[in-house]
């Protein structure tokens, strides 16, 4: 097989190798257009992350507050409406039916929806971390914070969210990195994404192999610099004993 990785210095519209790989004078070459797809995909996953944190982080608080039923089964619900359809019908669902219910949002860009959509989705994963990691913290935790007089949101802004938090760092890294993969979706919507610029650069070029190893190394990339960041992150806030005593639990 012989490799052609001069694909990436070829002009988009004529074909051409240029003498860079990188256009000029308003020139676009397939690098650009890769690296342009790249800051498209790492958008996309960051911000739909923002989202998927803050709603996730939310509904998981809501699903273990006591003495609140109905509450919980809000939370419960959101959990299992996200979280059983696929994020391609949410994607869909998104982009086609909810503009129509609600006209105002025909005007927002497809990558908008797209985030919405990839954010509330992730957010029902996350929320369930959120509980699990509430719920293995010793209920000692909870009733010190009640005996200090802490009112319930104090109780879970101070005492047991940031405990919880460094229990469930391992399993958001996992669903960080996810997000950058499940942004390959977004392509459906004509996002223009890797996944989107390897399907339409291999056939326009015919260099499928290379096309495709290029892109596989950046979501490489992106998901190794998502991991070493959340280890860093998890090194730095991690409170000694504190797995042992969770596991020590109720």
Same mark, same amino acid.
């Given at each position: 097989?012989? !490799?052609? !990785?001069?694909?990436? =210095?070829?002009?988009?519209?004529?074909?051409?190798?240029?003498?860079? =790989?990188?256009?000029?004078?308003?020139? /676009?070459?397939?690098?650009? !257009?890769?690296? &342009?797809?790249? @800051?498209?995909?790492?958008?996309?996953?960051? $911000? &739909?992350?923002?989202?998927?944190?803050? /709603?996730?982080?939310?509904?998981?608080?809501?699903?273990? $507050?006591?003495?609140?039923? !109905?509450?919980?089964?809000?939370? %419960?619900?959101?959990?299992? #409406?996200?979280?059983? +359809?696929?994020? $391609?019908?949410?994607?869909?669902?998104?982009?086609?039916?909810?503009?129509? +219910?609600?006209?105002?949002?025909?005007? #927002?860009? @497809?990558?908008? #929806?797209?985030?919405?959509?990839?954010?509330?989705?992730?957010?029902?994963?996350?929320?369930?971390?959120?509980?699990?990691?509430?719920?293995?913290?010793?209920?000692?935790?909870?009733?010190?914070?009640?005996?200090?007089?802490?009112?319930?949101?104090?109780?879970?802004?101070?005492?047991?969210?940031?405990?919880?938090?460094?229990?469930?760092?391992?399993?958001?890294?996992?669903?960080?990195?996810?997000?950058?993969?499940?942004?390959?979706?977004?392509?459906? /919507? &004509?996002?223009?994404?890797?996944?989107?610029?390897?399907?339409?650069?291999?056939?326009?070029?015919?260099?499928?192999?290379?096309?495709? $190893?290029?892109?596989?190394?950046?979501?490489?990339?992106?998901?190794?610099?998502? %991991?070493?960041?959340?280890?860093?992150?998890?090194?730095?806030?991690?409170?000694? @004993?504190?797995?042992?005593?969770?596991?020590?639990?109720?």
């Amino acid at each position: 097989m012989n !490799w052609e !990785w001069q694909v990436f =210095c070829q002009d988009t519209i004529t074909m051409e190798v240029g003498a860079s =790989c990188f256009g000029k004078g308003g020139d /676009v070459t397939y690098l650009d !257009w890769m690296l &342009s797809a790249w @800051g498209w995909t790492v958008s996309v996953s960051l $911000l &739909s992350l923002v989202i998927a944190l803050v /709603v996730g982080a939310l509904v998981g608080t809501l699903r273990t $507050l006591e003495g609140r039923p !109905w509450v919980v089964r809000l939370g %419960n619900a959101w959990v299992e #409406l996200f979280r059983n +359809i696929p994020l $391609l019908v949410h994607i869909f669902v998104w982009y086609h039916v909810v503009p129509a +219910i609600f006209p105002a949002m025909k005007s #927002l860009p @497809g990558f908008v #929806l797209v985030v919405f959509a990839l954010g509330f989705f992730t957010s029902a994963r996350i929320a369930e971390q959120v509980r699990s990691g509430i719920q293995a913290l010793p209920r000692g935790q909870r009733y010190a914070g009640m005996a200090m007089g802490f009112s319930t949101f104090q109780t879970y802004r101070y005492v047991l969210l940031p405990m919880a938090f460094r229990i469930i760092i391992p399993p958001l890294t996992s669903e960080t990195m996810n997000v950058f993969k499940n942004s390959s979706v977004a392509f459906a /919507v &004509s996002v223009a994404e890797l996944t989107m610029f390897a399907m339409q650069a291999q056939e326009e070029t015919a260099r499928g192999v290379e096309v495709y $190893l290029a892109v596989t190394g950046l979501y490489v990339i992106s998901a190794f610099a998502i %991991n070493r960041v959340m280890a860093f992150i998890e090194k730095r806030a991690r409170v000694p @004993g504190l797995l042992a005593a969770g596991a020590g639990g109720h």
